[in-house]
């Protein structure tokens, strides 16, 4: 028998769609999970510089260094009636609200003005 | 997601569920690269498909336990204590075995400590990878399925001849001994081939037995280069 000129053989679909799911499938995965702390990491991972706690009725928490809003926790029964963000460039999450204490911490970024009142006002 | 879903953490300070993703997306990655790096580097005959496995699931595990933890000494105490009870009551062999108790052991600890949302999402996020892990195989070092020994009894020059057959079965082909001694003309082949077909190895050996040159061709199916 001579052997030149054989053709390779058909890998059957099986064959393939093991070495999909043992090759290609864990690289898909982990780059799908870079891709998603690339994303979470943009958009929500920031060491705070600043703090600003409003216990007030009425009270304006200003911010007037170069910074971001990223976190405006509430704690506490709901109060607030509304709360206002001038100048803020970049908001990542923001539940208006409803609490007795607001806490704002903010990261490098833009400059933020934040104004909090009450229901009562 | 739902209101309800999110509220299920008591705690002093309220769980950031997007800063907990991202924890445990990144201690994935990470411990995904270790695991990678440590399959393609390890030359020793101790590989353990079940070691690779714990070396990503363990900094998922940790980012959890340091997330329910939340600075808390007394948990701290606690985790210790549970862990180093389960672990001198019972011998575990194998590190996934470890990395299973351990598992269970956070998932309780977020349930103890009143921190039900991070529960659910660490739980289902340890299900997930070991779903992960069941689905693809990982850690399964299989560069070869077939071990094929033989005589090559022409010259050396005419060689490609038999490789061209092997080629032909085979994906990957992998001479990993060849032995020719004075007096002897012929030359003893040991190959480890990748099978395009593993169901049609017998036909890789009719091929060979009727190929002119082939003398005393066996072969032996190999399994995946895990330890037992």
């Known amino acids: 028998m001579k052997a030149s000129g054989l053709k390779p053989i058909a890998t059957p679909p099986a064959q393939r769609l093991r070495q999909v799911q043992t090759t290609i499938l864990p690289v898909v995965v982990f ?4 891709l998603l702390v690339a994303v979470l990491w943009r958009e929500h991972v920031g060491a705070t510089i600043t703090t600003g706690r409003d216990t007030a009725k009425s009270n304006e928490v200003l911010q007037k260094q170069v910074a971001e809003l990223t976190r405006l926790a509430s704690e506490g029964e709901p109060s607030y009636s509304s709360l206002q963000l001038t100048n803020a460039a970049h908001i990542s999450r923001l539940s208006a609200g409803s609490a007795r204490t607001v806490i704002i911490n903010v990261r490098p970024g833009e400059l933020v003005d934040i104004s909090v009142q009450t229901a009562a006002d | 997601m739902s209101d309800w879903f999110l ?33 393609f580097t390890h030359t020793g005959l101790s590989y353990s498909r079940s070691y690779v496995n714990s070396l990503i699931i363990l900094p998922v595990l940790v980012a959890l336990v340091m997330m329910v933890l939340a600075n808390n000494l007394i948990i701290a105490f606690g985790l210790m204590a549970i862990f180093a009870m389960v672990r001198f009551r019972s ?23 009143l921190k039900f949302t991070s529960a659910i999402i660490g739980c289902l996020a340890i299900l997930a990878i070991m779903l992960y892990f069941w689905a693809t195989g990982f850690g399964t070092r299989q ?19 038999l490789l061209q057959l092997l080629e032909r079965h085979a994906r990957s082909v992998l001479c990993a001994s060849q032995r020719s001694s004075d007096g002897y003309a012929g030359v003893d082949l040991s190959y480890r081939l990748l099978m395009r077909d593993p169901a049609r190895s ?12 082939v003398a005393r061709a066996s072969s032996l199916s190999a399994g995946d280069e895990s330890e037992l």
Not at chain 2, 98 to 107: C, F, G, H, M
Request: hydrophobic share 50%.
């Open chain 1, 31 to 34: 780059f799908g999970a870079v």
């Open chain 2, 7 to 39: 509220r299920g953490d008591y705690g002093v300070v309220p769980t950031d569920y997007t800063v907990l993703a991202m924890a445990l997306l990144l201690a994935f990655v990470c411990g995904h690269a270790v695991a990678w790096t440590y399959m």
């Open chain 2, 91 to 113: 011998v575990l062999r194998d590190t996934l075995d470890t990395t299973y108790v351990l598992a269970t052991i956070v998932i309780g600890l977020a349930c103890g400590t």
């Open chain 2, 143 to 161: 560069r070869y399925d077939l071990i094929l020994n033989l005589q090559w009894v022409r010259p050396a020059g005419e060689m490609p001849e």
């Open chain 2, 202 to 213: 017998h036909e890789l050996m009719a091929e060979l037995k009727a190929l002119n040159g």
